[in-house]
């Protein structure tokens, strides 16, 4: 025999679940800044004349310092959001921001630091995970004046580069929790399809050896197709695609969007949450992912980023 719960307890529930979200994303107001580093070297032996460095704080610098990194083509506003800081920068949360000082970079390529599409394009030099890193290092060290990191915690893309950490930097931080990566090159089906997305751009003629001005018409097809072959879940593209004209109604809207480079976000990721993730709030941001974002990758990443700087815009 089923048994259903009085209307009257759901909607003191539902009451609950609001009222408990609207705290969860109560934190304080971030703080924006860009550091400058002159004469910035590159693991090719490149130099940048200036390397410009972007990055934004939430609490105060006398709090235990904090580096969260961020996911492929994301940057510090994409960790800004309900499902991550709203679960974790909160009075009583986690990473309560009245206790700690937290710092989040715009990764090399990334946000408002220093990008190919800046000017240099193809010019730009070759940088990987090592570069970022570094940057990284500098900007906490050199500029915000941190001697010692009490976390670094990262997601995808950031969670390869809190391996780096942790390696390069062992006595730096006293905790790394990498998220949805592993210490591992990229390899078999992973890899092919990641070179299968950037040689769709390369070979479109509109592409012109990145020097092109409006974005190359097979990004958007190339970033459509990646995603759907490689996150979402069956489940969930099931329940939103349930017979072939709502699926092509779904995809159609996702090729009509803007053409952007692959999206990232903390959420649709397939990995279990480490323990010092909210189980919770991992299953409602998994919940909420089809309805929020575009679907996006959850793989390990590799150590090397220069497929993003040819393929971002």
Same mark, same amino acid.
């Given at each position: 025999m089923k048994r259903f719960l009085p209307r009257g307890l759901w909607l003191a529930l539902a009451w609950l679940l609001f009222a408990f979200q609207a705290i969860a994303a109560d934190y #304080?107001? =971030?703080?924006? %800044?860009v550091w400058t580093v002159k004469d910035f070297r590159f693991h090719t032996g490149q130099v940048l004349p200036e390397l410009k460095l972007a990055y934004s704080t939430v609490g105060e610098p006398t709090g235990e310092p904090v580096l969260v990194l961020h996911g492929?083509?994301?940057?510090?506003? *994409?960790?800004? /959001? #309900? /499902?991550?800081?709203?679960e974790l920068f909160g009075a009583g949360q986690p990473l309560d921001a009245s206790k700690y000082f937290i710092i989040l970079p715009d990764a090399i390529g990334t946000g408002r630091s220093s990008k190919p599409s800046d000017g240099l394009?193809? %010019?730009? #030099?070759?940088? /990987?995970?090592? !570069?970022?890193?570094?940057?990284?290092?500098r900007l906490v060290r050199e500029h915000l004046g941190v001697k010692h990191l009490r976390l670094v915690i990262g997601n995808s893309m950031g969670g390869m580069q809190t391996w780096m950490w942790a390696q390069?930097? #062992?006595? &730096?931080? !006293?905790?790394?929790? =990498?998220?949805?990566s592993l210490p591992t090159g990229m390899s078999g089906r992973n890899w092919m399809l990641r070179r299968l997305l950037t040689e769709a751009i390369r070979r479109d003629p509109a592409w012109n050896n990145g020097n092109y001005t409006t974005q190359p018409p097979s990004l958007? &097809?190339? *970033?459509v197709f990646f995603a759907t072959a490689t996150n979402g879940g069956n489940h969930s593209y099931m329940r939103n695609g349930p017979n072939r004209e709502r699926a092509d109604a779904a995809l159609d809207a996702r090729l009509k969007g803007p053409s952007t480079a692959m999206p990232t976000t903390t959420c649709c990721s397939g990995n279990r949450p480490p323990t010092t993730t909210p189980r919770a709030a991992w299953r409602r941001s998994r919940r909420r992912c089809w309805r929020s974002t575009p679907p996006t990758t959850s793989a390990t990443r590799s150590n090397s980023a220069s497929w993003t700087a040819r393929s971002s815009a």
């Open positions: #304080p107001a =971030p703080r924006h %800044g492929t083509t994301g940057s510090a506003a *994409s960790m800004l /959001n #309900p /499902n991550f800081a709203g394009r193809m %010019g730009f #030099p070759k940088y /990987n995970y090592e !570069d970022m890193v570094e940057a990284q290092y390069k930097y #062992p006595g &730096f931080m !006293d905790v790394a929790v =990498p998220m949805a958007q &097809f190339a *970033s």
